[in-house]
Every structure is written in structure tokens, then in C-alpha cells.
């Protein structure tokens, strides 16, 4: 608890094994075999599967959670196999990307949702790519209150979850998914504007319910871009 509490779990030593009698590989199979499957612990896993809003993934904020990730790595850390703290519920996609990443440093270290607060400020901002299709380009730009640590730790979580390209993708559907009803409002004089402030009353209403989402960057983005507004939606 010191250590999350103080981001210094990278400064927590690995072990072979638990106090010199449950292996490694031991307690995996203790972790899969029984604490995921047992009658007797399943009600515990799933409790801990439901620790994030909506079924949401907590590290990619928008993967469904299918399982529990071991932040500190089970292979590295098996003393933690089933230590709650260390069990994050977890899409299958991120619990795949982060693999055994072993932080080694305070700024390798990914962002823990149990401890660190980071969507109290904004730090997700979208760029729009002129093509055909238009495309949105996705960054972390922290504000200046951030320290150094915490900024190096959002761009790790960023790069090591492959948030970039996920966030990308997913803008592309929406691009397209809004077409139509862009072409209709550029039927008349003056639409730019329209399609402007429909974009940002969009933003706004996303960064109610989540400052950081990737709606919210796409909109806000796309409402920035003289070229979307005026054409740009309407590249295929």
C-alpha cells in the first residue's frame, strides 16, 4: 500500500518464489487453477472484476474487462498472485499489451487505477490529419501543475497500451458515422458554423462525463479544423 501510494512499486524487488516454499509457476497454477476457478474464491474474482464503472476496462477506458491483470507480474512477483491490490480488471487487449512489463523505474511505471489520480485534469488532445478520409491524431499534452514523474508515467501508460491507435480508430468510425448528418447541415449557407458548434456542444457534452475521453478529443479537434468544417467531412 506505501509503495502504490507513493508510486514506488517499481522499487518493490522480485522474488522466485513465496517465503522459500510456493514456486513461481506454483502459484500460478494456484491463481488459475483455484482463485479464478474454485467455487470457493470465484465470488472474490468476481468482485474484483466489478471494481470499474460500467464493466470498463480502467487502463484503456474502453475495452469490456474479461479478466484480472497482475500489475506487478505474477512470473516477477509471486508473493502478490493474489493479492487484491495487485489484481486490476482488465480488457483482454491491455492484459495482452502490458504482457510481463516490469517497471524498473518510477517512470516506467504504468498508471495504477487504484492509486493515482490522473483524470482531474485534462491531458488527451486530439490533432486532425487533412486526408480522405479525415483522420484524428491523439497525444498526451499533461498540464504544467504535472510533475515530470507523472507526465513520463501518462506517456508510458499511453505508449505501452497503445492508446494512440486505439483512440485513432475508433475517432475514424465516428468521422464516418457522422457523414451524413454533416452533409445534411452543409445543405445551406452558413454551415460551417453549424457544423462548429455542433461539434463542440458534442465536446462539451462528453468532457461532462469524462475529461480525457477520446470523443471528447475527437470533437473538440474536429471543431478546431477550418478544413474538416468547411470540407474535410465529406472526404471518402
Not at 505501452?160 to 458515422?177: D, F, K, M, P, Q
Request: glycine share 6%.
Amino acid at each position: 500500500m506505501e509503495n502504490g501510494e507513493g508510486a514506488t512499486l517499481h522499487a518493490i524487488a522480485g522474488t522466485q518464489d513465496v517465503g522459500g516454499h510456493v514456486t513461481g509457476n506454483e502459484m500460478e497454477r494456484v491463481y488459475n487453477g483455484t482463485f479464478v476457478k474454485s467455487s470457493l474464491t470465484r465470488d472474490t474474482y468476481a468482485k474484483l472484476k466489478k471494481a470499474c464503472v460500467n464493466d470498463i476496462c480502467p487502463l484503456c477506458g474502453q475495452g469490456t474487462v474479461h479478466q484480472l491483470d497482475h500489475y506487478l507480474p505474477i512470473t516477477s512477483f509471486p508473493v502478490f498472485g493474489v493479492t487484491a491490490i495487485n489484481l486490476v480488471p482488465t480488457c483482454s487487449d491491455c492484459n495482452k499489451y502490458k504482457l510481463v512489463h516490469v517497471p524498473t523505474t518510477v517512470a516506467e511505471q504504468t498508471i495504477h487505477p487504484y492509486f493515482d489520480a490522473v483524470d482531474d485534469e485534462r491531458w488527451l488532445f486530439g490533432e486532425v490529419v487533412n486526408g480522405a478520409p479525415a483522420a484524428v491524431r491523439f497525444s498526451v499534452a499533461p498540464p504544467a501543475s504535472w510533475d515530470e514523474v507523472k507526465v513520463e508515467r501518462m506517456r508510458t501508460h499511453f505508449r505501452i497500451y497503445r492508446l494512440g491507435a486505439l483512440y485513432a480508430t475508433h475517432a475514424a468510425v465516428e468521422i464516418v458515422n457522422m457523414r451524413y448528418a454533416l452533409r445534411k447541415m452543409a445543405a445551406t449557407a452558413g454551415f460551417e458554423q453549424r457544423i462548429r458548434q455542433n461539434l463542440r456542444g458534442r465536446a462539451e457534452s462528453c468532457a461532462a462525463v469524462y475529461e480525457n475521453s477520446w470523443q471528447r478529443a475527437t470533437f473538440e479537434a474536429l471543431a478546431d479544423s477550418e478544413w474538416f468544417c468547411a470540407s474535410g467531412f465529406d472526404e471518402t
